[in-house]
């Protein structure tokens, strides 16, 4: 039976000391209502209700899976009553406006309540979130009387909220979309087509479904310029809020995945259902992309909670496996074996995973502050360097947290021997789980290209520039007893400088460079960011006592010196270029002869 | 559907081209019964056997897994049939000797015909696989009597075979089982224990199940030294070959497992059950060890073939797949869209994909070669100076060939975005089948540690010292046209000859360092041997005309380019050294606080 201790320990800490969180919400009138105590007896609740409530429907809801019945969802045994005592617990709208029933919390600390929630439950977490993601688009864009209608009933959890972006023919690019809308003369629309992916796209956890759907109005633009966003519910709600007719959206069938076989993955079939157009016609990606910053934060949650359920299960795992003996002479004499963990390779493994665990928390910590700047924040220079940031580290966020993550939670089930193939272990369902957090929201891929189009070649390398300037303030800093991460972090940073500049002046050479080197380049800056977070750590940790702040730097050190070298390695890869992989015909790759 | 064509081009290309195998075969009087003709036409055979048979039964043979009902397994629909024609075929013998009805086929080309069966079905090839292994080890220790009993019935398929080794708490340590063997006055023995993770230890494609067992005598020394092995049979085998009764051993139950869920992974209860010692008491773990090399050869096949297969489905979905545009302008005007091959990133995972398939093939024949050297030359320096090379090589051979593929397979389903990660379109499958590859038959980690030990500082770096002077020789043979690989190859073999020194002096100072620098020993010396196989692919192209011997010599330009700068990570990694690994407490793993 897995385990999972949530980390508050571990939390407290990038929170309290890393970034002195209380001092950052009390200077800020719109954050004056959160303090250190009431942060930390939020994430308190939510390690109850993760390891009570969610962890031991983890395996229970991969086995059973969510099924499909004559145009309906059913979600596994137990799902419906813990989404009803989320609910209760008011944690959907723990980050939404006051106004509308939410607690207005920061997202520096929603992406550590989420961080439990993903441990310990993707599946589950998954349903939340999505209502989460249409209510902060609807927050942005939609009109007051929908916003009144809609917000208070998703952030209750008595509806819930979908996504319908994804068709069968048009994934990653959403210009080819072929869903139509059709204004009737009543001012509303009939919206026509098949959506592919659609989580949540039906259940039985709430009374009423809020589909969010991107469709394209007949006369229409081409291309992305011409996408417009609707709310479809799935029963029509009259004037009062109570549901009327059921509305002719439905789910045809749900896809039999990987994993996360408790979130309902739908083929969404709309036959002429009433839609309301939210905002204006044709700008319906905009507001798609409101969201975005924050679902693809969350993925790289998705990340880290699987990557510290994984570990703390390995490292339990390693205590007590009785094998071999250690190199060093025997460990205990007593016993028929040694614990494997005398074993530098197993070590290595658990080190490593723990490590991103926490660069990866004090990642998310930090753009979830960035992101609480630019929504709180008084001050609009302020507001447009957070935006900056936020829009650079965002594919970070969710690709290189992500892909770490899934490396850690691999060498998780490598700890176990044969046994973490076995299901009853739960290593296997968490890799299984963790792999889509790589595909979806835009694939780890889509998101490289992301930051070195947009984000960095397109406005002349200005956002990382900044970033780099504020990580060498950060680090020029540092007391020399800190010397080993300084020069590290300075380094990188030289380094990371220098290839943005190599690959801006390339791009203008070779158009085809830019996609070529995308995921070595983002993986170069995850690494900056991670060092520049383990300087954080350890600068934090060296101004206290004790072993637990002493292993913070201790773990700053090994990050430094076994995982921190890779940057080289891909620098290298960037600079190989474009030419060695365009220079084959398309024909090449499914031609053996 | 997936799809899969055997890579017979490919294939040819190694054998004939690369490795000159009708040469070195009409060369041996112990090989001259076959030929490239002869050798082609066996591959062509199982190369329809794996596309009509066993493809169409991977998907099935997934979904409905085998399953364990009253102390008997059954395999899913049409594994029945397949086994029977795989017998009938004379696979199981391929590499038999005739005396035993086998076809004496060597390993350069088995490896081959494996490579298709695990590409298509990696489930049912785990069967004939152990039966295989099972004869070979019978074959090495077992009595004439013994011999004349199993063998023939092994290799028609009428009988299986099984290796039971792992016990719940003993599996990379052998010395610590628990199994119990007592003599009994009949000169047969009682075997009494539990046994976990046994390949098909029931199934019903058999008639009879022939367990090989590791068990202890009562007054065995302890530890490894004190191992005994057993012929157990599931059904007493009577005078004339017949069946007689029932023996005390039955499965227990079958594991639930992330993939491979076709093979039957039984947990083996031996009460008492009849045994017959093979060779002598406490030998038993050496006779296991013969075996040992050809069995893990033939996990790094399992990974080249899921890596060719999920290369093979990736590549064509990337023709297929018709989403956003190329960089450098439109390309398919007439479409709504391009297809994803336009993009270099997708191109990247490919053509990772493929080197790692090219040089993977070249390796296992080559590693082939060499056990065919060992097993069929006839002069004695050959002999040695093969054995050494396997040793040095099985690690590899398992270890490196999986890890590559396992990526490659990750790379692939990436390729598909979310489709990837729904069953039908096969590649979430593949991943989950391949996944155990890393792990059986020894961890990867376990691979490393042998490597880095027994094979490297063990015998003072002998084995690595020679198999780098083969690769020196061969390098500096190259023409002035292939000095792109030429350069590479004497510039990795001199970094990998240097940090084997440097292992082998860090040894000495500090025990602890060989295990925490094995696994990233393990890839220098795999991208070393990777670069020594393209230089052979690539010279073996050059000299022919035409775009499929261009195209080879191309991908050991992008190998050169994209995939070798890894080695110099790797060597950084390992001299970091232990220390950082180690001076962690115990207690730290599993502490938080």
């Known amino acids: 039976m897995p385990i999972y201790n949530a980390p508050l320990a571990d939390m407290k800490f990038i929170l309290n000391d890393v970034f002195n969180a209380e001092q950052f919400w009390q200077a800020n009138e719109n954050l004056a209502h959160i303090d250190a105590a009431t942060a930390e007896a939020i994430l308190e609740e939510m390690a109850k209700f993760s390891q009570n409530v969610t962890l031991p429907l983890n395996r229970t809801g991969d086995e059973e899976g969510a099924t499909y019945n004559n145009g309906s969802v059913t979600t596994p045994a ?19 406006d006051a106004e509308w029933g939410g607690q207005e919390m920061p997202k520096m600390l929603t992406v550590l309540s989420d961080e439990m929630l993903f441990a310990t439950n993707p599946s589950f977490m998954l349903y939340p979130l999505l209502s989460v993601g249409a209510g902060m688009a609807l927050n942005s864009y939609a009109s007051q009387e929908q916003k009144e209608t809609y917000l208070p009933k998703i952030y209750s959890g008595e509806w819930s909220g979908t996504m319908c972006l994804t068709e ?12 139509k809308a059709e204004r009737n003369e009543d001012g509303r629309y009939s919206i026509t087509g098949t959506k592919i992916f659609i989580t949540g796209g039906d259940h039985d956890l709430a009374e009423n479904i809020i589909h969010l759907v991107l469709a394209k109005t007949p006369d229409a633009p081409a291309g992305s310029r011409g996408i417009s966003l609707f709310i479809v519910p799935k029963f029509m709600v009259n004037a009062d809020g109570s549901l009327g007719e059921r509305n002719l959206v439905a789910p045809g069938s749900i896809e039999h995945k990987m994993g996360i076989k408790a979130s309902a993955t739908c083929v ?72 494997i963990l005398v074993h530098g390779d197993v070590r290595r493994m658990l080190l ?10 004090a990642f998310a910590v930090y753009v979830g502050q960035q992101l609480d700047i630019t929504k709180f924040s008084t001050d609009p220079e302020a507001v447009k360097k957070a935006n900056d940031r936020v829009a650079l580290l965002t594919p970070i966020a969710k690709a290189y947290l992500t892909d770490t993550a899934f490396q850690a939670t691999l060498d998780a089930q490598m700890v176990f021997g044969g046994h973490g193939y076995i299901r009853e272990w739960g290593m296997e369902q968490c890799i299984r789980d963790l792999r889509i957090a790589q595909i979806y929201e835009g694939t780890n891929g889509v998101q490289s290209q992301d930051l070195i189009g947009r984000k960095t070649i397109k406005c002349g390398g200005e956002f990382i520039a900044e970033y780099i300037q504020e990580i060498r303030d950060f680090a020029n800093d540092l ?54 977070m383990f300087a954080r ?53 499914t031609h053996q002869s």
């Open 78 to 96: 137990g799902f419906k009553e813990a989404f009803k005592q989320y609910a209760e617990g008011g944690w959907i709208g723990l980050g939404a």
């Open 168 to 179: 069968p023919h048009a994934g990653t690019d959403l210009g080819i979309i072929k869903t």
């Open 268 to 339: 969404m079939n709309f036959d002429g259902a009433k839609g309301y157009l939210v905002g204006k016609e044709n700008e319906g990606l905009a507001a798609m992309f409101v969201m975005m910053n924050y679902e693809r934060l969350s993925m790289g949650i998705q990340g880290l909670g699987a990557s510290e359920y994984a570990y703390q299960n390995a490292a339990q795992y390693a205590t007590d496996r009785l094998q071999g003996r250690s190199a060093s002479g025997v460990q205990s004499p007593s016993k028929p074996a040694d614990s």
């Open 352 to 361: 490593n995973a723990r490590a991103n665990n926490e660069a990866s928390r």
């Open 479 to 532: 007391d020399a007893d800190l010397n080993f991460i300084k020069d590290a972090t300075l380094d990188a940073a030289t380094e990371v400088e220098a290839v943005t500049q190599y690959i801006i002046e390339a791009a203008q050479e070779n158009i085809n460079f830019p996609n070529a080197a995308a995921v070595d380049y983002l993986h170069a800056v995850g690494l900056l960011s991670f060092s520049y």
């Open 537 to 589: 750590i350890a600068k934090a940790a060296k101004a206290k006592d004790g072993e637990f702040y002493q292993n913070k730097v201790a773990l700053a050190l090994y990050f430094v010196q076994r995982i921190l070298p890779e940057l080289a390695l891909r620098i290298t890869k960037v600079k190989a270029g474009a030419e060695v992989i365009m220079n084959f015909s398309e024909d090449y790759f």
